[in-house]
């Protein structure tokens, strides 16, 4: 089957930098989306990586690699505002979202 | 401004009664999904419509149905709500790209 491993949990501290990471178990994705979900809110897209490598979108960058079925998020200047879940996304071979459990992204002052 | 919107954002039924969820998008975009969210778990899809009068089971499509009758309206309609059906519902769309989805700001059902 297919699923998409993150941690349940991470800890920073404001101004720092944060990896999440996602590792994928699958015959293939087409490519990895990631989405920040506040607490009682919906999921909003971050970013997709279609191609292996690093996609730059401010303070978030998104990096994919094929080989490893490896994926991280990476925010920088964390702002307690970046406190939230984020979840990685497969876009599998029906074109259908797969979703990872989220990881919970405290930050601490 | 656009905007994908669900109704009603509570609701407590009981179980054995059929339930409808709204979901209302005027971004125009063909297509549209309807995914639940429980503790501990990422979202799951539940019936997925890529435009007017397609409708697709998605990985837990068991017990709901789907209609779509306009590009607007995805209703979502629990035939014979099941305690195992309580939890959080979202609705979205996109435009081509199903990597970027719009969501609704859910919908919290409680099934007793």
């Known amino acids: 089957g297919q699923s998409l491993e993150q941690p349940s949990e991470v800890t920073a501290v404001e101004g720092a930098i944060v990896q999440i990471n996602c590792t994928y178990q699958?015959?293939?994705?087409?490519?990895l989306s990631w989405y920040q979900q506040h607490d009682g809110g919906a999921p909003t897209f971050l970013s997709y990586n279609a191609l292996d490598g690093l996609e730059e979108t401010g303070r978030f960058s998104s990096f994919l690699s094929r080989s490893d079925s490896y994926g991280y998020l990476l925010l920088q200047e964390l702002q307690m505002k970046d406190s939230a879940s984020y979840f990685c996304a497969g876009l599998d071979s029906n074109y259908q979202l797969i979703w990872g459990a989220g990881t919970k992204l405290i930050i601490k002052p | 401004d656009a905007e994908i919107t669900q109704s009603p954002r509570h609701k407590i039924t009981e179980t054995g009664r059929q339930v409808t969820l709204a979901c209302h998008q005027t971004?125009?975009?063909?297509?549209m999904f309807w995914y639940r969210q429980d503790l501990g778990h990422g979202l799951r899809l539940i019936h997925y419509s890529y435009g007017v009068q397609d409708t697709n089971k998605g990985e837990v499509s068991d017990g709901y149905s789907v209609s779509r009758s306009n590009t607007e309206d995805l209703p979502l309609t629990l035939e014979s709500a099941a305690s195992s059906q309580t939890s959080v519902y979202f609705c979205a769309s996109s435009e081509s790209s199903d990597h970027e989805q719009y969501f609704g700001p859910g919908t919290r059902l409680t099934v007793t």
């Open positions: 699958t015959s293939g994705f087409y490519g």
């Open positions: 971004w125009n975009h063909n297509n």
